[in-house]
């Protein structure tokens, strides 16, 4: 059964710090993984990783992929109030089906 | 541009009743989804569709039926409610498989 799993499951941070959020997975026919960040309201899109070793940055946040060891990790550094929200992991599978399983998410809080 | 639009966003149901949640994108984007978010499950796939005429399920189907006989459109169908279906509802849509699947703001449904 495919499985995507997050760690932590939630985390509290002062602002400037830095944080690593942990995805790791068990999928058939994988395509990619992705990290989205959820506010309020929809999970707005943040990176794709195909290929493993390549960061992706982005400001603050930066991700990389390890295919072998079948993980990924999402750093935010020089944390801020705003980056509080959910971050959800999410595999794409490689078939036609076009289907993504999520991880259950990291709670991420920045106190000031 | 509008992006993914669902509507309604919020609803409440009596147990039995049936209801649509609509998604409409204006993307022209093949890849429509349906998922539920609980708390503590991460974003859970309900009913998927690759084109218009073809859907298939997703890993959460029961209860719920789906159609798409455009390619903008992609309703979903409570068609007895439980109150068991009461979650947050997401649609996303994309236009190949290699790229990020984009979400409508949600509906917030409750089932008394």
């Known amino acids: 059964e495919d499985k995507v799993v997050q760690s932590p499951l939630s985390l509290v941070v002062h602002e400037g710090d830095t944080v690593t959020l942990n995805c790791s997975y068990e999928v058939t026919n994988f395509r990619s993984l992705l990290w989205y960040k959820q506010e309020k309201k929809a999970p707005t899109f943040l990176f794709m990783l195909t290929s493993s070793g390549i960061e992706k940055k982005s400001g603050r946040l930066s991700s990389i992929l390890d295919k072998k060891e079948l993980f990924s990790i999402l750093n935010i550094t020089a944390t801020q109030t705003g980056d509080s929200a959910i971050y959800l992991c999410?595999?794409?599978?490689?078939?036609?089906?076009?289907?993504?399983?999520f991880g259950t998410g990291t709670l991420l809080a920045v106190q000031p | 541009n509008a992006g993914v639009t669902q509507t309604p966003k919020f609803q409440v149901l009596k147990t039995g009743q049936s209801m649509t949640l609509q998604c409409a994108q204006d993307?022209?984007?093949?890849?429509m989804s349906w998922y539920r978010q609980d708390p503590g499950m991460g974003l859970r796939l309900i009913h998927y569709?690759?084109?218009?005429?073809?859907?298939d399920q997703g890993e959460v189907p029961n209860g719920y039926n789906v159609s798409r006989s455009t390619t903008e459109d992609f309703p979903l169908r409570l068609l007895s409610a439980a109150p068991s279906q009461t979650s947050v509802y997401f649609c996303?849509?994309?236009?190949?498989?290699?790229?990020?699947?984009?979400f409508g703001d949600g509906t917030r449904l409750s089932i008394l």
């Open positions: 996303a849509s994309t236009g190949t498989p290699n790229q990020p699947q984009h």
């Open positions: 999410a595999v794409l599978r490689g078939d036609a089906t076009n289907k993504l399983i």
């Open positions: 569709s690759v084109g218009a005429g073809i859907t």
């Open positions: 993307m022209n984007h093949e890849y």
